[in-house]
């Protein structure tokens, strides 16, 4: 079976601090991504990786960096944190090939205050 | 641009009916249509998905999709529900015309509570 770990099921921290959320799949998947999950507003696009050091924008970069050092870790970076960015964050990973689909980690709940 | 639409944000069903969760969608190619679920504090598990082919989509958990290419639906069904699939679901497309690395797109999600 497909496994995405993220690193932390639930995390606070304190306005201004830099936050890492680490994503690791152990498929050898070409793709990963960050997403962020809010009531009412699905699941939104921040970030993805198509290859070790590539990323591309989502549909909410703001605030946020990523870094793919090696193929099985992609990681999320809030440069500064901010209350708005209070969520739920889930990592995904997925294969080559048109119709494949994507696995998710089991989420962080982070909360700024 | 690509995008989703689940017009329903609550489905209410008692047990051992039938139950239809709706998802339209938008894309300028042939789709790539998906639907998972995500229980209470978790992340999404992957349910079912239509790539080509039988109109009709069967998947995990006695859930089936109908693929509906005029009405642009792809509405997620069971013939009879029980409690234990309340829970969160998702519809997601994929536009066929662009590569491997390009995005899914998901809706806001319709929660679906099955009533004893």
């Given at each position: 079976d497909v496994k995405v770990t993220q690193s932390s099921r639930y995390l606070v921290k304190r306005t201004g601090e830099k936050v890492f959320l680490e994503c690791v799949q152990d498929?050898?998947?070409?793709n990963m991504f960050w997403y962020r999950q809010d009531p009412g507003l699905g699941l939104r696009l921040i970030y993805f990786s198509y290859d070790v050091k590539m990323k591309e924008k989502g549909d909410i970069p703001e605030g946020y960096s990523v870094s793919r050092e090696k193929k099985e870790r992609f990681s999320l970076i809030l440069e500064s944190a901010s209350t708005n960015q209070t969520s739920m964050y889930l990592c995904a990973s997925r294969g080559t090939g048109t119709g494949v689909e994507a696995f998710f980690g089991q989420g962080t709940r982070l909360t700024v205050v | 641009a690509q995008s989703v639409a689940q017009p329903e944000d609550q489905v209410n069903v008692a047990e051992g009916n039938p139950l239809t969760v709706k998802c339209t969608y938008s894309v300028s190619g042939n789709p790539y249509l998906f639907w998972y679920v995500q229980y209470p504090n978790r992340g999404l598990q992957f349910l079912l998905k239509y790539?080509?082919?039988?109109?009709l989509v069967k998947g995990s958990y006695g859930f089936e999709a109908e693929f509906n290419k005029s009405q642009t639906s792809f509405h997620l069904k069971k013939p009879s529900a029980l409690v234990s699939d309340s829970a969160l679901y998702f519809c997601a497309v994929r536009d066929?015309?662009?590569?491997?690395a390009s995005k899914i797109i998901f809706g806001s999600g319709t929660r679906l509570s099955i009533r004893p």
């Open positions: 498929m050898d998947h070409e | 790539i080509t082919g039988d109109n066929s015309r662009y590569s491997s």
